[in-house]
C-alpha cells in the first residue's frame, strides 16, 4: 500500500516493505507441510507468472529462458564462469570467412533429441528458418543480420550432414554474431517431431507453433514435461542427452510469488531453492545452519520508462525531471539490498563498454524547476503498469511517494508478467516498470533495444523497448549500427560509452539498478550456480544429497 508520509526516508521505506512481506508472510498459515522433497528431484520456489510460450521462437520472458537454457542445445554456448568465452554445444568447429559474412559450422556426430530422433544440420537449419519465418518477438536477434522471411532459405544452408553456413548481410563484429547463436531463439528443435505436429489454416502450415507453445521438441540435458501457467513447471532428465546425464531426475519449478511463502517452504524443507527472496528475508535465513546462499552479478537492468505517445510525458523537462524524482540510495539501502546494485545506465556491467556512471540522484528543487518549464508546475496525473512481485512492488510505492512530492499523482495499475507484458507490448501504457535481461553476453543486446528504433510506426516489424515506448531515435539508431559493425574491441567500447552517455540525458527511461541474482537453498544442496543471463543457470548440474 502507498506510504501515508509526504517525506519518503529509509526508514520510511523500510516500514512499507515489512508491510507488504508481513501480509505475504500471513498466507503461508494455508500451505500444507510435506517430508523432505525426494533426493532425486530438485523443487524449486519461484514466481514464473511471465511465462507466455515454451516455443523458443516465441519465448521472451526471463523464466521462460531458464526452461529454454535447460532444455534446449544450440550451437554455441557461453562459458558461466568467464562470458567472453565461447563454448561447444552442438557445433565442435566454427569459423568466418575473410570477408567477415559467412560463417561457417561442424555439428558433434551422434545426437538425438529426446524424442530419439537422430539430429542433423537439417534440423539446425530448420530451427534457425524457422525462428525468422514465424517472426515472433525474438527473431529480431536473427533478422538483425538481414536476414527475412524472403532471404533466409539462401542464406542458412545445410552443406552437408553434419555441416551448415550462415550468410550475414554486412561483416558485422564476429563475436556479436557468435553470441547472438548462444540465444535461446536460436535453440534447435527436433524438425521431425515438430513437423508432425503442424495445423494447417486455410492451406497455410504453422510449422508446428500451435502444439510446441506447450511441448517440447529438444536434445538437452533436461525435457520439459509439463506447464501449469502460474501453478507449475515440471522437468525431467533426458536419457538421450549426448553429453553429461543431468544430475536430478527431476526438477520441480513452485509457482510462488510472496518471499515470505518462499523462506517458509525453504526452511521446512519444502521446496529445495527459493529464488525470490526479499532482502529481508535473506538475512533472516542467514541464520539458519542449513541453508546457504548463492549470489551472481546478473546481466539484467530494471528501469522504468515513459510512453512517448503521452503529450506530457514526451516532453524533454518532463523525462528529465521523472529522473531526478527516485530516492535511488534509498531504494538501494533497503529495497535491493544484497539483490541488486543502483545503476543508472542501460548496459549491465561486466559487457563490453559499460559505463559507471550515475548522475541523478533525488532532487525535488530541480524537478519541480524542470516540470515549471514543460508548462506543468502543478504536476499531471499518470499511472503505471506494474508486476505484482518483489522488489518491483516496493520501489513502485517508494517512486510514488517521491512523484508526488513535486505534484506529480501516479496511480498503480497492478497485474502478473502476462498482462502487463502484453500492455507493455502494444504501447498502451503510460509507464512500464519491469525489467530487461541480456539476450546473448554482447553490448548490442541491450543497444539493439533501448537505443535503437528503426522504424517508430504502430505497425512495424521491429518493436525493441525504444519502440515499446514510442521514442523515434533515428541518429541514435544509426550509432547503435555502426557499434554493431566495429570490429576493433577498443574502440567499440568508446562508442557504447558515447551512446549510453547520450541516452542518459535524452531518454524516456529511468534506469533504477543492476540486478544481482541470489538464490537460497538447502545445505544438502550443492552444484547451484546462477548465471549472468535467463538461460544460463543450469539446474541440470545440480546434485542433492
Not at 530438485?42 to 523464466?63: C, G, H, K, Q, R
Not at 542427452?241 to 527431476?250: H, T, V
Not at 551472481?296 to 510512453?307: D, E, I, M, Q
Not at 544484497?338 to 528543487?365: C, E, R
Request: hydrophobic share 40%; aromatic share 8%; net charge positive.
Amino acid at each position: 500500500m502507498p506510504l501515508s508520509a509526504s517525506k519518503l526516508t529509509r526508514r520510511s521505506l523500510a516500514r512499507a516493505a515489512a508491510a507488504t512481506w508481513a501480509a505475504a508472510a500471513f498466507t503461508t498459515a494455508t500451505l500444507p507441510l510435506h517430508a523432505a522433497t525426494p533426493k532425486d528431484t530438485l523443487v524449486v520456489a519461484m514466481a514464473f507468472d511471465d511465462i507466455i510460450s515454451l516455443d523458443p521462437a516465441e519465448a521472451f520472458e526471463i523464466s521462460a529462458g531458464e526452461l529454454m537454457g535447460n532444455g534446449y542445445d544450440r550451437l554455441l554456448r557461453y562459458d558461466v564462469n568467464d562470458p567472453s568465452k565461447l563454448l561447444p554445444d552442438l557445433a565442435t568447429k566454427w569459423s568466418v570467412s575473410a570477408d567477415g559474412k559467412t560463417y561457417s559450422f561442424e555439428l558433434r556426430p551422434g545426437v538425438r533429441f529426446a524424442s530419439g530422433n537422430a539430429l542433423s544440420a537439417e534440423d539446425v537449419v530448420f530451427s534457425l528458418q524457422r525462428a525468422v519465418l514465424l517472426d515472433k518477438t525474438p527473431a529480431f536477434i536473427l533478422t538483425q543480420f538481414g536476414l527475412n522471411k524472403a532471404s533466409v532459405a539462401g542464406r542458412i544452408k545445410a552443406t552437408g550432414p553434419l555441416t551448415l553456413t550462415i550468410e550475414t548481410d554486412k561483416a558485422y563484429a564476429p563475436t556479436l554474431v557468435y553470441n547472438c547463436l548462444t540465444a535461446n531463439v536460436a535453440s534447435v528443435v527436433d524438425k521431425k517431431l515438430v513437423m508432425s505436429k503442424e495445423a494447417q489454416k486455410d492451406g497455410v502450415g504453422d510449422l508446428g507453433a500451435a502444439w510446441l507453445k506447450t511441448n517440447f521438441a529438444g536434445s538437452g540435458p533436461m525435457k520439459i514435461r509439463e506447464w501449469r501457467a502460474n501453478e507449475i513447471v515440471a522437468l525431467e532428465r533426458n536419457d538421450n542427452y549426448w553429453g553429461a546425464k543431468a544430475k536430478p531426475a527431476r526438477v520441480i519449478y513452485r509457482h510462488i510469488k510472496e518471499s515470505a511463502t518462499q523462506r517458509l517452504l525453504l526452511e521446512k524443507g519444502d521446496a529445495d531453492i527459493a529464488r525470490n527472496l526479499t532482502p529481508q528475508d535473506l538475512e533472516a535465513l542467514g541464520a539458519h545452519k542449513d541453508i546457504r546462499t548463492t549470489a551472481t552479478p546478473k546481466g539484467a537492468v530494471y528501469y522504468f520508462s515513459l510512453n512517448q505517445k503521452n503529450p506530457i510525458l514526451a516532453k524533454p523537462e518532463v523525462r528529465e525531471a521523472f529522473k531526478w524524482l527516485v530516492d535511488y540510495d534509498a531504494i538501494g539501502n533497503t529495497l535491493i539490498k544484497n539483490i541488486g546494485v543502483v545503476h543508472q545506465n542501460f548496459l549491465p556491467i561486466g559487457l563490453l563498454g559499460a559505463a559507471k556512471d550515475k548522475p541523478y540522484k533525488l532532487d525535488v528543487a530541480k524537478a519541480k524547476a524542470l516540470l515549471a518549464k514543460a508548462g506543468h508546475p502543478d504536476g499531471f496525473k499518470v499511472t503505471i503498469d506494474m508486476r505484482t512481485v518483489q522488489p518491483v512492488q516496493g520501489i513502485t510505492e517508494a517512486i510514488q511517494q517521491t512523484l508526488r512530492r513535486a505534484g506529480i499523482e501516479l496511480e498503480i495499475l497492478p497485474g502478473d508478467g502476462k498482462q502487463t507484458l502484453t500492455k507493455y507490448r502494444a504501447r498502451t501504457h503510460d509507464i512500464f516498470i519491469g525489467q530487461w535481461g541480456a539476450d546473448y553476453w554482447d553490448p548490442h543486446t541491450n543497444a539493439d533495444t533501448f537505443t535503437r528504433n528503426p522504424d517508430n510506426a504502430d505497425d512495424a516489424k521491429s518493436k525493441p523497448l525504444a519502440w515499446r515506448n514510442a521514442w523515434a531515435i533515428p541518429e541514435l539508431t544509426k550509432k547503435s549500427d555502426a557499434a554493431a559493425l566495429e570490429r576493433d574491441g577498443a574502440q567499440r567500447a568508446r562508442m557504447y560509452q558515447e551512446i549510453q552517455a547520450e541516452f542518459r540525458k535524452s531518454s524516456p527511461f529511468v534506469m533504477l539498478y543492476q540486478q544481482t541474482d541470489v538464490a537460497a537453498y538447502r545445505g544438502n544442496v550443492s552444484g547451484l550456480k546462477i548465471g549472468p543471463t535467463s538461460d544460463s543457470t543450469y539446474l541440470f548440474a545440480v546434485s542433492k544429497r
